[in-house]
């Protein structure tokens, strides 16, 4: 089982994060590519907050299709365009992951992704001992 740790000689997370996860020898990874607000049927949802709810969704999509669940991610990395979108993602965050579930998380803002309407990316990785 992964051990989500935070060094008492560190500062507490300043969100909804671990500073560490360690993975037991053995696990099966899973590494996930970034995923963005697009739909099953190819749309991509409107606004930061249901962009990050959608891609939260693909991740999960990805990890039910790959036996795991939410309870075995370890890592997001976040890509948003605009500062003014942190507050949607950590909303969309706690609605679709929960508070339960609290991986290492590394976000950053950026100029631009794929495409100009894509505001925010999320990439995850995943281990199951």
Known sequence: MNQFVNPKASHKPLGAYSHSVKVPPG?????????????????????ARKQAEQAFRNVLACLKENGMTKKHLVKFTVFVTDP???????????????DATLPASTLLIVDGLAAPEIVIEIEAMAAKA
Request: charged fraction near 30%.
């Open 84 to 98: 003014r979108h942190v507050d949607g993602y950590r909303a969309a965050r706690k609605k679709v992951i929960g």
């Open 27 to 47: 696990a099966e990874w899973l590494v996930i590519a970034g995923q963005v607000g697009i739909d099953a049927k190819g749309k991509l949802q409107d606004g």
